[in-house]
């Protein structure tokens, strides 16, 4: 799954994964349990991530190999990895993705988005106050953690990301539409229309 911050990547990822019973790996969240190792390797990615740039590829493309060699899935969902060609090179050295989708969404919806979404810090479930919102306020559905607001998801962080996402992300499309693995979903609708378009794709 590519796409900017506030695109509903992760969510889609939830949703396929439960319809399919496959595994997400997901850096993002990988990393962020890690910072709670406070050790130096966690303080550094703690910066890296509240700053809202990108980690060293040897340490993500590190874990996503762990996770891939782990034989005996059938199938597996990649959210936010690979993020820049680089990692997207090492990741074709191991294995050959299916499908890649970029989901789109103007900057001024991902800002709208972005403040209203709140994630749980131990199951790492993400929320929006409108659009998603858990059963009991401030409480996560499935594990009752209080839910919090991520550092990187203020807002001079949001638009550094977004920068950045830009950047590294238009290599990335032309690597996979190369392939004619590339599907880009159109972001803005409806959490059921983006994951009835995703369906579609897969048939
Ligand atoms: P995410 O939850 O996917 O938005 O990721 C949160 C943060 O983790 C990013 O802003 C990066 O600092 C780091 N991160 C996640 N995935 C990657 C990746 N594939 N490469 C480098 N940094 C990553």
Redesign the pocket.
């Known amino acids: 799954m590519i796409g900017p ?1 506030g695109s509903g990547k ?1 969510t889609q990822a939830q949703k396929l994964s439960k319809k399919f019973g496959l595994p997400i790996f ?4 990988i ?2 349990q890690r910072i709670h190792t406070e050790d130096e390797l966690g303080k550094k990615l703690s910066r ?2 509240n700053n ?4 060293p ?1 040897e340490i ?1 493309n590190k874990i996503i190999a762990e996770k891939i060699e782990n034989d005996g899935y059938k199938g597996y969902i990649l ?6 060609l680089a ?1 997207a090179r090492f990741l074709a050295g191991m294995d050959e993705l299916t499908h890649v989708f970029e989901i789109n969404i103007s900057d001024k919806e991902a800002f709208r988005r972005i403040t209203g979404r709140r994630t749980c810090p131990k199951c790492q479930i993400v929320y929006h106050l409108d659009y998603n919102p858990p059963r009991e306020e401030g409480v996560c559905d499935k594990c009752g953690e209080r839910l919090v607001i991520r550092d ?1 998801d203020k807002s001079e962080t949001v638009k550094r ?1 977004l920068r950045m996402y830009y950047e590294t992300a238009r290599p990335l499309v032309e690597f996979y539409n190369k392939k004619k693995i590339h599907h880009l979903i159109d972001g803005e609708q409806s959490i059921e229309d983006v994951g009835r378009d995703i369906l579609r794709v897969l048939g």
């Open positions: 911050q992760g997901s850096t993002g969240n990393l962020r890296i991530i809202g740039i990108l980690a590829d993500v959210d936010g990895y690979p993020r820049n990692q990187d990301r």
